[in-house]
Each structure stands twice: as C-alpha cells, then as structure tokens.
C-alpha cells in the first residue's frame, strides 16, 4: 500500500545536516552520535557538515547535488535561513530543521503541524527568501541591535533582549513609510511593521498568532508612530500575546506588500538583517517542502541521559 511506498521512498532520500557549531549549546559529539543513530534507525544515508562563518551555510545547502534529498538546518533562525536561501531554488530538496539556537521561533510554529513532508509558504523580500518574519522597526531595531549587546560582556545572556529593548527604545527613530497592499495604501510614521509566514519572533513573542504557513497569505501587524509613553503599554501587551486589543495596532492579511522609505532602512527578516530603501515583499504558496517529523527532532536534540 502507500505507506510501504513512503517508507521506501524515505529509505532513497539522503539526508544532509548543515550544523552552525556555535549555535546555542551544542555538544559536537552528543549531536552526532544521535543523528547516527536516528540515521541508522531508519537506514538512512546521511552526511554531516560545519559551517565555519555567515554565508557557510547557503553555500553548502546550494552545493548539494540537485536530487530528492532533507537538508537539515542545525542551528538557531538565522542557520536556517541560509539554509532555506541554498535550496529554495531546487525542486526536490526538502527543508529540515533541528532547532538548537536560543530563540528557534520557527520551529514554534511548525510544531503545531502534523507529521510528514509539508508544504509551505515561502515569503521572499527582494531577492532573499524568508521562512518566518520579516519586520521593520523598534521591534527590527531590538533584534538588530543584540550583535552590538552581546559585545557587552558585563550583560547576562538571559537579559540581553530586555537590554537591547530598553537600548533601542531611547535611540528610536521612527521611519517614514510608504505601503502598498492591494488597493490599500498607508503613508506614516511606523513604530512596528511585521509581516508574518510563521507566528513568533524575537525569542519567542506571538506577533501574529492567526498566521497559518499554508494559506498563501502573510499576517502584517502595524503600529504607527506613537508618543514613546504610549509605545511601552503596546510592548507589555505584545510581550503577552496581548497586543490586538490595542487600538494602536493594525492587523492585515495581505499575499504582497511594497514599502518605500526615503531614508535606508534595516528589516530583520528570520533573524538576519537586510538593509534598502525599497522592499516587495511576496508570499509563494507552498514554496517550499519542509521535512517535519517530531519523534526524527527529539532524538536528534535529546539531552544526555542522566547517568
């Protein structure tokens, strides 16, 4: 029957995992022993690679011979996104993620899905594509601004998103936006623009907690420039999930959206930045196959048994 065709079809498949050594906590020789027993589980042939600096990542997903295989993206959002950029050109590879970054916003999403080959929308802004989030704004400039946190050593890990926000808060400037969707066309001053596939980001917040990855369409979540009191209330309730009973944000459903700015702006798209004055920003239905198989994750993230 069928499924003896999809476990033979499984069997075919290699599997590459594209590991970011630095990602998270990651224990080299743990992390290997499990993929090769999972592997060896399920019989099947798998090659491990390292990636050594930013764009490793995207090279090796692209280097990847074209045929029916799961590229693995071992690592945090932002491994993953390179990964995705490698191969979403390619028709037979499929997208796999084992989260071991300390944010994995998207694997928050994904896991609300059920087991099997999926697929997905796939948001592509200019020429890169995206998985997740793209946004723009304070919420874009907290994200962007923990590179510069991290350098400060006397911050605890545990607390460098509440520094960076408290830090971005008090440098904000607002961005003067043009935006088109559809019909509708919004000129303002933007204190967040987020434009949702997946529905968490920075860490963990619920943006946009209707978003579905299967329905072709993004969820964008807009708030206008306020007087910085009023900003602080808005990001209580979003770090609560609480943010769309506030009057002060809007919500869309929109498959495109076209932003132009004067100035340069930074939009943080899955994690990594991207810097322009003109962003199109589209959603291609089911864009991409992505490889979700829970129990395949777990034990590949399993922690040493306790002895």
């Given at each position: 029957?069928?499924?003896?065709?999809?476990?033979?079809?499984?069997?075919?498949?290699?599997?590459?995992?594209?590991i970011?050594?630095?990602?998270?906590?990651?224990?080299?020789?743990?992390?290997?022993?499990?993929?090769?027993?999972?592997?060896l589980?399920?019989?099947?042939?798998?090659?491990?690679?390292?990636?050594?600096?930013?764009?490793?990542?995207?090279y090796?997903?692209?280097?990847?011979?074209?045929?029916?295989?799961?590229?693995?993206?071992?690592?945090?959002?932002?491994?993953?996104?390179?990964?995705?950029?490698?191969?979403?050109?390619?028709?037979?590879?499929?997208?796999?993620?084992?989260?071991?970054?300390?944010?994995?916003?998207?694997?928050?999403?994904l896991?609300?899905?059920?087991?099997g080959?999926?697929?997905?929308?796939?948001?592509?802004?200019?020429?890169?594509?995206?998985?997740?989030?793209?946004?723009?704004?304070?919420?874009?400039?907290?994200?962007?601004?923990?590179?510069?946190?991290?350098?400060?050593?006397?911050?605890?890990?545990?607390q460098?998103?509440?520094?960076?926000?408290?830090?971005?808060?008090?440098?904000?400037?607002?961005k003067?936006?043009?935006i088109?969707?559809?019909?509708?066309?919004?000129?303002n001053?933007?204190?967040?623009?987020?434009?949702?596939n997946?529905?968490?980001?920075?860490?963990g917040?619920?943006?946009?907690?209707h978003?579905?990855?299967?329905?072709?369409?993004?969820?964008?979540?807009?708030?206008?420039?306020?007087?910085?009191?009023k900003?602080?209330?808005?990001?209580?309730?979003?770090?609560?999930g609480?943010?769309e009973?506030?009057?002060?944000?809007?919500?869309f459903?929109?498959?495109k959206?076209?932003?132009?700015?004067?100035?340069?702006?930074?939009?943080?798209?899955?994690?990594?930045?991207?810097?322009?004055?003109?962003?199109?920003?589209?959603?291609?239905?089911?864009?991409?196959?992505?490889?979700?198989?829970?129990?395949?994750?777990?034990?590949?993230?399993?922690?040493?048994?306790?002895?």
């Amino acid at each position: 029957g069928n499924i003896d065709y999809y476990i033979e079809r499984e069997i075919k498949m290699k599997y590459y995992f594209i590991i970011n050594p630095i990602s998270g906590k990651i224990n080299k020789q743990l992390l290997e022993k499990n993929i090769r027993e999972a592997c060896l589980k399920r019989q099947v042939p798998y090659k491990v690679m390292y990636t050594k600096k930013t764009g490793d990542a995207q090279y090796l997903a692209k280097k990847i011979p074209d045929e029916e295989c799961v590229v693995f993206s071992v690592g945090g959002d932002g491994n993953l996104n390179e990964v995705l950029n490698g191969i979403a050109k390619s028709e037979n590879k499929i997208l796999g993620n084992i989260p071991t970054g300390s944010g994995n916003d998207f694997d928050k999403t994904l896991k609300q899905y059920q087991n099997g080959i999926l697929n997905i929308d796939l948001g592509k802004i200019n020429n890169r594509f995206f998985i997740n989030v793209a946004c723009l704004g304070l919420d874009a400039d907290v994200a962007n601004n923990i590179s510069f946190i991290r350098k400060k050593k006397w911050i605890p890990v545990s607390q460098r998103y509440n520094a960076s926000l408290v830090y971005s808060y008090f440098k904000y400037k607002f961005k003067d936006l043009k935006i088109t969707m559809g019909e509708t066309q919004v000129e303002n001053s933007c204190t967040i623009l987020a434009v949702g596939n997946g529905q968490y980001y920075g860490g963990g917040f619920r943006i946009a907690p209707h978003a579905l990855l299967e329905d072709g369409m993004f969820d964008i979540y807009f708030v206008e420039k306020l007087p910085k009191p009023k900003i602080i209330p808005i990001l209580i309730k979003l770090l609560r999930g609480k943010h769309e009973n506030s009057e002060y944000v809007t919500r869309f459903s929109e498959n495109k959206i076209i932003i132009d700015t004067d100035e340069l702006c930074t939009f943080n798209v899955d994690g990594e930045k991207m810097t322009s004055n003109h962003f199109e920003i589209i959603n291609i239905p089911g864009g991409i196959k992505v490889y979700n198989d829970r129990n395949f994750i777990d034990e590949i993230l399993q922690k040493e048994e306790k002895k």
